[in-house]
């Protein structure tokens, strides 16, 4: 395979944004889920290396921002920051804005992390209120780009944030809306990790409706027959926490 090829497979981006001459797949991927951050450190450092040799300039900001993740992994935060730094710096050199939304979504949770290592778990903490800026404006963008692979990502992140605040219910509903806008791709990483946070949410909220502010069980006779509901415990949330609970 020539050096072109290498990088063109290295550096596919999702779905929604690639055009049909990049090559099927694409490392990046695999650097991302690595179950071994190290692995996808040193992947991801290659793969840069690659693109830099042959001067392939137009994909290493999605690159660098693969790296960010892996720092982010890792726990390595000022190497993270520093290539969040540089793909910034790239990306408005070459007015390339196909990744704005994966940046602002990093950085919003390289800025949770950064207050995890301080112990700063209060709400009104800057940080967390820089993040969930960050997280905000992510969607912004991924909605002006249609792009509901990077929106669906962001608004994981942000909903992990509030499900943290205590805002349960609104995470649910925020990432319910979007993840009913797929249609297909249930099998990728993404729609997984969503799904599998939307029966966390739904499982929480019935949790808090039978033992936080009702102080009763919500789910009554096998869910037959709810006597004491809230607004906020609705029919579609119960029916998911059943199926979760099996009962």
Not at 85 to 98: G, H, V
Not at 172 to 199: H, M, S, V
Not at 215 to 231: E, F, K, P, Q, T
Request: glycine share 10%.
């Amino acid at each position: 395979m020539t050096l072109l090829g290498a990088a063109l497979c290295f550096f596919r981006p999702p779905d929604d944004i690639a055009g049909p001459f990049w090559p099927s797949g694409g490392r990046w991927r695999t650097c991302r889920a690595a179950a071994n951050p190290r692995v996808g450190l040193g992947q991801m450092q290659s793969g840069l290396a690659l693109a830099r040799q042959i001067g392939f300039q137009l994909f290493i900001p999605d690159g660098l921002l693969v790296l960010a993740q892996c720092y982010l992994q890792a726990g390595q935060l000022e190497d993270g920051f520093g290539s969040l730094t540089e793909a910034a710096q790239m990306s408005e050199q070459s007015k390339m804005r196909a990744w704005e939304a994966e940046w602002y979504r990093l950085r919003g949770e390289f800025l949770l992390a950064r207050a995890r290592q301080r112990h700063l778990v209060d709400v009104n903490q800057p940080d967390q209120r820089e993040a969930d800026g960050c997280f905000q404006r992510a969607l912004e963008i991924a909605s002006q780009q249609g792009a509901k692979s990077w929106a669906l990502r962001v608004a994981m992140s942000q909903c992990r944030l509030w499900q943290q605040q205590g805002l349960v219910e609104d995470a649910y509903r925020a990432l319910k809306t979007l993840y009913g806008e797929f249609t297909e791709g249930f099998a990728t990483q993404d729609l997984q990790e969503a799904k599998a946070l939307l029966a966390e949410l739904a499982a929480s909220q019935c949790a808090r409706g039978a033992f936080g502010r009702l102080h009763i069980g919500v789910l009554g006779d096998a869910c037959g027959n709810v006597r004491h509901r809230s607004d906020a415990i609705r029919d579609d949330h119960i029916a998911v926490a059943v199926e979760a609970f099996g009962v």
